[in-house]
Antibody
Framework: EVQLVESGGGVVRPGGSLRLSCTVS????????MSWVRQVPGKGLEWVSG????????YYADSVKGRFTISRDNAKKSLYLQMNSLRTEDTAVYHC??????????????WGQGTLVTVSS | DTQMTQSPSSLSASVGDRVTITCRAS??????LAWYQQKPGKVPELLIF???TLQSGVPSRFSGSGSGTDFTLTITSLQPEDVATYYC?????????FGPGTKVDLK
């Protein structure tokens, strides 16, 4: 069974930090890029960040650049998102998703259920 | 950055109807376009990539076409299980922007 399981979400004050994790099972990720995509409940999809298969190519949405850092550990089949200087507008469900190719940016063929991040004072 | 628009934003159709959704990119993206289906309360699922290639397991009533800036997703015979929001996404370069979505429900 394919599973992408995110964790690390929660409630945090503006200016705070969180580290999201995504653990993958049932499929390989060594030859695939990985993405973080967020969605405010009831709203559309927003791509946040992507990383290629090796980790040496990373991209960020302008809205998070300089505040978020994506990383991966292929041995642990895991993806991470370090989120600093959080803002109320970062409140959303954060999904990890596998990229169908080794690239950081391409179509996403498997998605996790997501973890909710709420930034509120 | 390239902006993605979709039309209509929502539609109601009857079972068996042909449904067409349009996606437009503000700049040419050749065929680097994907379509996703998100059913209520579920995560997105990849339907089509490279503008017209059906993802494995996706019913053949779904099809995609287009290149450059204009793309379409067609459902040839709408089924009750197709009630969902459909998103296009361009991925020729970062950021891989999603369209705003088209909500499809039953009349």
């Amino acid at each position: 069974e394919v599973q992408l399981v995110e964790s690390g979400g929660g409630v945090v004050r503006p200016g705070g930090s969180l580290r999201l994790s995504c653990t993958v099972s049932g499929i390989g990720i060594d030859d695939h890029g990985m993405s973080w995509v967020r969605q405010v409940p009831g709203k559309g999809l927003e791509w946040v960040s992507g990383i290629n298969w090796s980790g040496n190519s990373r991209y960020y949405a302008d809205s998070v650049k300089g505040r978020f850092t994506i990383s991966r550990d292929n041995a642990k089949k895991s993806l991470y998102l370090q989120m600093n200087s959080l803002r109320t507008e970062d409140t959303a469900v954060y999904h990890c998703a596998r990229v169908a190719r080794p690239l950081a940016v391409a179509e996403n063929d498997y998605w996790g259920q997501g973890t909710l991040v709420t930034v509120s004072s | 950055d390239t902006q993605m628009t979709q039309s209509p934003s929502s539609l109601s159709a009857s079972v068996g109807d042909r449904v067409t959704i349009t996606c437009r990119a503000s700049q040419g993206i050749t065929n680097y376009l994907a379509w996703y289906q998100q059913k209520p309360g579920k995560v997105p699922e990849l339907l089509i990539f490279a503008a017209s290639t059906l993802q494995s397991g996706v019913p053949s009533r779904f099809s995609g076409s287009g290149s450059g800036t204009d793309f379409t997703l067609t459902i040839t015979s709408l089924q009750p299980e197709d009630v969902a929001t459909y998103y296009c996404q361009k991925y020729n370069s970062a950021p891989p922007t999603f369209g705003p979505g088209t909500k499809v429900d039953l009349k």
